[in-house]
């Protein structure tokens, strides 16, 4: 989730963008293209209810004294030289907000808003021009409206996702449909040599047969087994050939639609760079900020790693680049450095983020741990590094503009987990600090390597793996086993745990195991294992889509044997494996989870919601906000992708703006109503519609039982939270 200071970075990203389409559709409009006037308007109340779920209120008052030239136009008002000079200048302050937003204050925008009154007044007074009304949007205007808006993606500086082959695509389904008629056809002559198997037994039953008859039995039980032969011979022939065919053919959609999904990094690392030279500035701190390298990714995998980078970069300004004289002191250059540098690999992308501050303040960190973890002194700076990821941890003393509210590197890791990766964190008091995130290519496969423990059959990411190795001895220490590895500093001791035990099946490594040495956030550590195979690449089912979860699966890979391997969450089984030896009994009961076999996983059912909103930041927003309280979120864009949505998986809460594209939120509500399986879901409305039509949706509203209609001008977080826990408590 992206918090809500990355949202309004984005909105301010995207409004150059917003601003030069408004202006080109007002400008259309003026040559006599009717049909912008509508998509303007949808355009301006977009930026209106975004900008005032933001707490931005220049910016949304601002475009809502647009809305209503342009109401007022599309009333029937003729539009006059006012009418344009009020509009284009209110789109040019929307920029210069958005362009100077840490000195929105600064700006004088009454002229502008007196200007937008006066176009108003004029367009409605008495004696305003008359003229012909504007035309109702024809269907295809609808279907005209402005591209989602992500404001993560800012089209002039990087090519979007490269379009899907409208062609290809036809094609490969028109033979997906052949070889679907194909096994029809296979189905119905397996059904005839059912039939003739069935004749066959009962010639062959000996009971009642005649003695003069049995040569004739005999006859015709053969001519019926060659036929059978003969047709289960054919379809085998066939239903292999069909088999091939739509293998090859789905291969072939899927590398279509992949190929089409994949985007460059120059976009995010644009944005990566901005974001810590805006830091710097915020901060008044001299950074020279260095971004190298590139990588292709899914589109998907992309949008959850921004959030996390960006806020990498920050923090590395903030907490890592030391003020101006206390790098004098140090010895350091005045000017501090940060360096992004992306490198991509066959199965992964490596994003390295790096500084030349003063490190992890590890004095601080352990003074805040010493209420929590009571042996905090006792653990050694690498041993500390893993709680750097504890929700809600802060060594900050005071809150300032980018720091000290407890949302730190909890939520770096719960992104990039979310997405199969890893966070690894090395740190140098004095010398700065390197963060590197791995993350999968694509989401929709991964590249594993197989291992065999028991009674179990697992996986791990490749990019976990350090290497592989025979144990040859085993170290008993008094912080646990450890196992010699060799290294380019020298020869190193690794911690070594048995797998099975970390799984519920128990074991000791010894000398002769199998064993991988993998990554985990501050170093290595090794697993003992039965076996292992070549690392190979699979389709996985991730646990949030699990009927079940396990505190140490991140997801499920089929097998060709239809079996399943699970895919460990490193991180996770290096916190368990390290753990047991550690702990005093005490302190387990005390701190430690519950320590628990694999194989006892437990049912889950997470509330999900609806997000029916067609403002792309107001629908991550929202979003956002019912994810922190532990909700799955499906989201919709308008009312009838999220009427499609509701009915294909009913939703336990549902929040849905009122004016969208195609359905609007008064119709939504009034089909879920009459559907029987969503009749008694509750729904919540957020509008920023004006006090008069406010008034009569209400009523509407009111009558089809919404749980409560909420403004956007007015939004309130809390009061969301606590209407969303009221509706799931009364669900």
């Known amino acids: 989730m992206r918090s809500r200071a990355d949202l309004v970075a984005a909105f301010h990203r995207a409004m150059p963008d917003r601003v030069a389409q408004a202006t080109d559709l007002w400008l259309g409009f003026e040559q006599g293209q009717a049909g912008n006037l509508p998509v303007l308007r949808r355009l301006l109340h977009t930026l209106k209810g975004e900008a005032h779920m933001l707490e931005l209120a220049a910016c949304g008052d601002l475009a809502e004294l647009a809305e209503t030239v342009i109401d ?24 210069l907000l958005s362009a100077s937003a840490g000195e929105a204050a600064a700006l004088d925008l009454g002229p502008v808003q007196e200007t937008l009154r006066a176009a108003h007044a004029e367009l409605t007074g008495p004696s305003a021009p008359a003229g012909e009304p504007a035309p109702p949007p024809a269907p295809a205007a609808e279907s005209a409206l402005p591209p989602r808006l992500d404001p993560a993606a800012a089209p002039d500086q990087a090519a979007p996702p490269a379009a899907l082959d409208a062609a290809a695509v036809g094609a ?24 003739m198997l069935r004749a066959l037994l009962v010639e062959i039953d000996p009971r009642g047969a005649a003695a003069d008859r049995v040569a004739e039995r005999i006859t015709k039980t053969l001519g019926y087994g060659a036929e059978i032969e003969r047709l289960l011979g054919a379809v085998r022939a066939d239903w292999s050939s069909n088999e091939f065919a739509a293998g090859r053919a789905l291969g072939e959609l899927d590398e279509v639609v992949r190929r089409a999904s994949v985007v460059r990094t120059e976009r995010l690392l644009n944005q990566v760079s901005l974001a810590a030279r805006s830091a710097a500035r915020m901060l008044g701190k001299d950074v020279e900020v260095r971004v190298e390298g ?24 903030d907490h890592g680049i030391e003020p101006a004289d206390v790098r004098a002191r140090r010895g350091k250059p005045g000017r501090g450095a940060v360096a992004v540098t992306v490198v991509q690999t066959d199965a992964a992308v490596r994003v390295e983020v790096k500084d030349d501050g003063g490190g992890v303040d590890f004095a601080r960190l352990r003074e805040v741990l010493a ?6 002194a006792s653990l050694d700076d690498a041993e500390l590094i893993p709680y750097l990821f504890a929700h809600g941890l802060t060594t900050t003393r005071s809150v300032g503009a980018i720091s000290g509210r407890g949302v730190g590197l909890d939520v770096v890791a719960r992104e990039i987990g979310a997405l199969g990766g890893q966070v690894r964190v090395d740190s140098r008091p004095g010398l700065g600090t390197t963060i590197l995130l791995v993350v999968p290519k694509s989401p929709h496969g991964e590249e594993v390597v197989p291992v065999t423990c028991g009674r179990f059959r697992c996986a791990v990411p490749t990019h976990a793996v350090h290497s592989v190795m025979l144990l040859e001895e085993v170290l008993r220490t008094s912080d646990g086993p450890r196992v010699r590895l060799a290294g380019g500093s020298g020869v190193e001791l690794v911690p070594v745990y048995a797998l099975g035990a970390v799984l519920g099946d128990g074991g000791q490594p010894a000398p002769g195991d199998a064993a991988l040495v993998l990554h985990h956030a501050a170093g290595l550590f090794a697993v003992s294992v039965d076996g292992y195979e070549n690392p190979r690449l699979v389709a ?27 895919l460990l969450d490193v991180e996770r089984v290096f916190a368990w494996a390290r753990q047991a030896p550690r702990e005093a009994p005490a302190r387990a009961a005390a701190a430690a989870p519950k320590r628990e076999p694999l194989a006892l996983v437990v049912p889950k059912r997470e509330p999900l919601a609806l997000v029916v909103e067609d403002a792309p930041v107001a629908r991550e927003l929202l979003s956002g906000i019912l994810r922190a309280i532990g909700l799955r979120v499906e989201e919709a864009s308008d009312g ?57 949706n209400v009523a509407a509203l009111r009558e089809l039982g919404v749980r409560a209609v909420l403004s956007k001008q007015r939004f309130v977080e809390e009061e969301l939270r606590r209407i969303v826990a009221e509706s799931l408590g009364g669900a």
């Open 72 to 95: 007022a136009v599309r009333g029937g008002a003729r539009p006059t030289q006012l009418t344009g000079d009020s509009l284009l200048g209110a789109l040019e302050a929307l920029g």
């Open 640 to 696: 009838r992708e999220g009427l499609a949505r509701a009915r294909a998986a009913p939703p336990d809460v549902v929040l849905t703006d009122i004016e969208m594209p195609y359905m609007n939120g008064l119709e939504m509500v009034a089909e879920l109503r009459r559907t029987p399986a969503l009749a008694r879901v509750p729904v919540v409305v957020l509008t920023t519609q004006t006090a008069a039509t406010h008034a009569q």
């Open 172 to 195: 490969l389904l028109h033979e997906m449909q052949r070889l679907h008629g194909e096994r029809e056809v296979l189905q119905r002559r397996l059904r005839e040599a059912q039939r």
């Open 371 to 376: 209420e929590v973890v009571p042996d905090v």
């Open 294 to 317: 590139t990588g292709l990714l899914d589109a998907a995998v992309e949008r959850r790693l921004e959030p996390a980078l960006l806020h990498l970069v920050r923090n590395a300004v």
């Open 540 to 566: 996985l089912v991730r646990s949030e889509e699990l009927p079940w979860s396990s505190p140490l699966v991140r997801g499920v890979a089929p097998t060709a044997d239809g079996g399943a391997m699970l």
